[in-house]
């Protein structure tokens, strides 16, 4: 069966450190891959998405940035955080039987 | 930007009711819609799903009504339950005829069930 891995789950980092988020995907091969952030009280924001390994897209301009190194990994990276890329991070793949699924979400908090 | 909202941000029912979530969409090319449970701190679930060249569908207590005259949907639960407590929210895919699947979602609404 298909699973979708996502960590951490948690993450508290200092204004201007680095940030890298992995998502990786079981069970399946050459899904598209997509990270999405919440703001609180908010719906999801497309961030990027990847059809291939090495392909990114980007929907938003931003601090972010994201990786498809291999093709069931996909890493969202920053340089130097700001306050304001707090949020609850989810990567989702499709191919699936029932479409979009979802990862557990990282809730990084930038202090 | 998001092109998705819905109507009402929060909903109460009491257990054993049915709810009825709804949502407008502007996009008339979109042509997959899905509905998603989200409960707090965890990812959204997948609830169920609809295509554009259908009216209505129905799963396990749920049914989707796709309106595109008007671009509306709506999320009807049955005989809503405490479980059933949750954000819930639509999501439209605006890529038709390609593979990006790109998902663009609105605010969502709270649901939450009395006992």
């Known amino acids: 069966s298909q699973t979708i891995h996502q960590w951490p789950a948690t993450l508290v980092q200092p204004v201007g450190s680095p940030l890298s988020l992995e998502c990786t995907v079981e069970?399946?091969?050459?899904?598209?891959l997509y990270w999405y952030r919440q703001a609180a009280g908010r719906g999801l924001q497309l961030l990027f998405y990847s059809v291939g390994i090495g392909q990114i897209s980007s929907e938003v301009p931003q601090n972010l940035s994201a990786s498809r190194p291999q093709d069931r990994q996909f890493i969202l990276s920053s340089k130097k955080l700001l306050l304001s890329d707090s949020g609850f991070y989810l990567c989702?793949?499709?191919?699936?039987?029932?479409?979009?699924?979802f990862g557990s979400g990282t809730r990084l908090t930038v202090v | 930007g998001e092109s998705v909202g819905l109507h009402l941000p929060t909903l109460s029912v009491q257990e054993g009711d049915n709810s009825i979530i709804n949502c407008a969409y502007s996009n008339s090319a979109s042509d997959y819609f899905i509905w998603y449970k989200q409960e707090s701190g965890k990812g959204p679930q997948f609830i169920i799903d609809?295509?554009?060249?259908?009216d209505k569908r129905q799963g396990q207590r749920v049914t989707v009504l796709l309106n595109k005259t008007v671009k509306h949907l709506s999320l009807q639960i049955a005989a809503t339950q405490p479980g059933d407590s949750a954000v819930y929210f639509c999501a439209e895919n605006r890529d038709r005829g390609s593979t990006l699947g790109r998902l663009y979602f609105g605010r969502g609404t709270q649901l939450t069930v009395w006992p």
């Open positions: 609809i295509r554009s060249n259908m």
């Open positions: 989702a793949w499709t191919g699936g039987t029932y479409g979009y699924t």
């Open positions: 069970g399946t091969s050459n899904p598209n």
